[in-house]
């Protein structure tokens, strides 16, 4: 059995592992597969249709605790333990539910102290007792008649007929005032990990289509050990078509992994007559997971030539290798009485809509079907790669934009930095 503290508005989580508010979806995943021999039978429940309308859940079945990311930034919202007989709960190192103490509503006072008096909610039969960035619910059904309160001693747990021995059913940690209206907060300090995240990637255009990527960066600390001096640091990078690998090192720093491709699968839709011929040499991705960004390179010049901008959809191949990349693609509209005018697509897209937006239908699609050996069945099934204004989207079942992969004629030595840019 779990023995986790309980840190308000904050965490949930031990010596050896803490779940975080704000933390990444990624993070938390990590650390349930790091301890998998102790936290067993994980479920990931999402909306497969719609999957923007639902909070993202990872189910604890054998501990009793639901983990809720927000569904647009996956970032961790609400931790909710939802049966207190399956984990032993602390706070401030003193145990207010375990085997040999109930979490009544006497131990709930002892523990937390005096809060507002507490919300009945006659739909669900539950006491709410709310303390800043963590509630209690009790189950209220044995109840013969729901709780009164008294105006004259509004002052607290007392102001309430509760009988003695109500136990917690429920308890939901989160930041904020409300669990209703509570948000998933920016990530902590501690998860940065030295790692450097994107909180917004623009593709530049340059008049004949995409050109590069502005990606506004974040990140914290300057190096090992100086976490309690650590402040986020938020700041701009601009890389291009035809950027030498040096300079992508330059601008972004190393990759979490270099990839070398060994066969392309698309060559084959290629004008080329000799794309059927081996080249001696392989052309390499610099995979930045926490961008939500790959980089191919050409292996004879080593210059960009290709951005793969990936949005990390539930339900796709490659969920969860990377963070979710929050891009904005200015798109050409080509309608009439519509020169010059442009829209944008984002990560939250859907495909239909875009192919609304240009007024004219877009070519058939290239059927992807991705999966790890030949003889592997890819559960999610197939997507689709629509070719338009040198980039392919690649578009799950549900309508759902999963990838972008922008191409740009390899650029000459000297290019247009980003103030050049319309």
Same mark, same amino acid.
């Given at each position: 059995? *779990?023995?986790?503290?309980?840190?308000? @508005?904050?965490?949930?989580?031990?010596?050896?592992? @803490?779940?975080?508010?704000?933390?990444?979806?990624?993070?938390?995943?990590?650390?349930?597969?790091?301890?998998?021999?102790?936290?067993?039978?994980?479920?990931?429940?999402?909306? @497969?249709?719609?999957?923007?309308?639902?909070?993202?859940?990872?189910?604890?079945?054998?501990?009793?605790?639901?983990?809720?990311?927000?569904?647009? =930034?996956?970032?961790? /919202?609400?931790?909710?333990?939802?049966?207190?007989? !399956?984990?032993?709960?602390?706070?401030?190192?003193?145990?207010?539910?375990?085997?040999?103490?109930?979490?009544?509503? @006497?131990?709930?006072?002892?523990?937390?102290?005096?809060?507002?008096?507490?919300?009945?909610?006659?739909?669900?039969?539950?006491?709410?007792?709310?303390?800043?960035?963590?509630?209690?619910?009790?189950?209220?059904?044995?109840?013969?008649?729901?709780?009164?309160?008294?105006?004259?001693?509004?002052?607290?747990?007392?102001?309430?007929?509760?009988?003695?021995?109500? #136990?917690?059913?429920?308890? %939901?940690?989160?930041?904020?005032?409300?669990?209703?209206?509570? !948000?998933?907060?920016?990530?902590?300090?501690?998860?940065?990990?030295? =790692?450097?995240?994107?909180?917004?990637?623009?593709?530049?255009?340059?008049? #004949?289509?995409?050109?590069?990527?502005?990606?506004?960066?974040?990140?914290?600390?300057?190096?090992?050990? *100086? *976490?309690?001096?650590?402040?986020?640091?938020?700041?701009?990078?601009?890389?291009?078509?035809?950027?030498?690998?040096?300079?992508?090192?330059?601008?972004?720093?190393?990759?979490? /992994?270099?990839?070398?491709?060994?066969?392309?699968?698309?060559?084959?839709?290629?004008?080329?007559?000799? !794309?059927?011929?081996?080249?001696?040499? =392989?052309?390499?991705?610099?995979? %930045?997971?926490?961008?939500?960004?790959?980089?191919?390179?050409?292996?004879?010049?080593? !210059?960009?030539?290709?951005?793969?901008?990936?949005?990390?959809?539930?339900?796709?191949?490659?969920? =969860?290798?990377?963070?979710?990349?929050?891009?904005?693609? $200015?798109?050409?509209?080509?309608?009439?009485?519509?020169?010059?005018?442009?829209?944008?697509?984002?990560? %939250?897209?859907?495909?239909?809509?875009?192919?609304? *937006?240009?007024?004219?239908?877009?070519?058939?699609?290239?059927?992807?079907?991705?999966?790890?050996?030949?003889?592997?069945?890819?559960?999610?099934?197939?997507?689709?790669?629509?070719?338009?204004?040198?980039?392919?989207?690649?578009?799950?079942?549900?309508?759902?934009?999963?990838?972008?992969?922008?191409?740009?004629? $390899?650029?000459?030595?000297?290019?247009?930095?980003?103030?050049?840019?319309?």
């Amino acid at each position: 059995m *779990l023995d986790l503290e309980v840190v308000p @508005e904050r965490s949930l989580g031990n010596e050896q592992w @803490e779940f975080t508010l704000g933390m990444p979806l990624a993070q938390a995943v990590a650390i349930l597969q790091k301890h998998c021999r102790i936290v067993k039978n994980v479920q990931v429940l999402y909306s @497969e249709q719609s999957p923007l309308s639902h909070d993202l859940i990872l189910n604890l079945t054998q501990d009793g605790i639901k983990l809720l990311f927000d569904a647009f =930034n996956q970032r961790l /919202k609400v931790i909710e333990v939802y049966d207190l007989t !399956k984990v032993k709960l602390k706070y401030c190192g003193v145990h207010f539910n375990s085997q040999a103490i109930a979490p009544t509503i @006497e131990q709930i006072d002892q523990s937390f102290g005096a809060t507002h008096p507490g919300v009945y909610n006659s739909a669900e039969q539950l006491f709410h007792l709310n303390f800043r960035g963590l509630s209690f619910s009790f189950q209220l059904d044995s109840w013969t008649e729901a709780p009164k309160y008294e105006p004259n001693f509004a002052h607290g747990l007392a102001s309430l007929q509760i009988p003695h021995g109500a #136990t917690v059913k429920r308890m %939901y940690i989160y930041s904020g005032n409300s669990l209703q209206d509570t !948000k998933a907060p920016m990530m902590p300090l501690s998860c940065f990990l030295g =790692n450097v995240y994107a909180e917004s990637v623009d593709v530049l255009q340059d008049g #004949t289509g995409p050109a590069g990527l502005r990606l506004r960066l974040l990140t914290a600390g300057c190096g090992p050990g *100086l *976490l309690a001096d650590a402040k986020m640091r938020v700041f701009e990078r601009s890389v291009y078509f035809g950027d030498s690998c040096q300079d992508v090192l330059s601008m972004l720093g190393s990759p979490h /992994k270099v990839f070398y491709k060994s066969e392309d699968k698309m060559k084959i839709h290629s004008p080329s007559p000799h !794309k059927q011929v081996p080249s001696k040499c =392989n052309d390499y991705f610099f995979n %930045y997971f926490t961008l939500g960004v790959d980089i191919l390179f050409d292996a004879n010049t080593h !210059k960009v030539k290709k951005f793969v901008l990936h949005t990390n959809y539930p339900g796709h191949y490659n969920f =969860n290798i990377y963070h979710r990349c929050e891009f904005k693609i $200015p798109l050409a509209i080509k309608k009439e009485n519509a020169d010059g005018q442009t829209e944008t697509c984002t990560t %939250y897209s859907k495909w239909d809509n875009i192919q609304e *937006l240009l007024g004219h239908p877009v070519e058939k699609p290239v059927v992807l079907h991705r999966s790890s050996s030949p003889n592997n069945t890819n559960p999610f099934g197939s997507t689709f790669c629509f070719g338009l204004q040198r980039m392919i989207f690649e578009v799950m079942q549900n309508n759902h934009i999963a990838s972008v992969t922008l191409y740009g004629p $390899p650029r000459p030595g000297t290019h247009l930095r980003t103030s050049e840019l319309p």
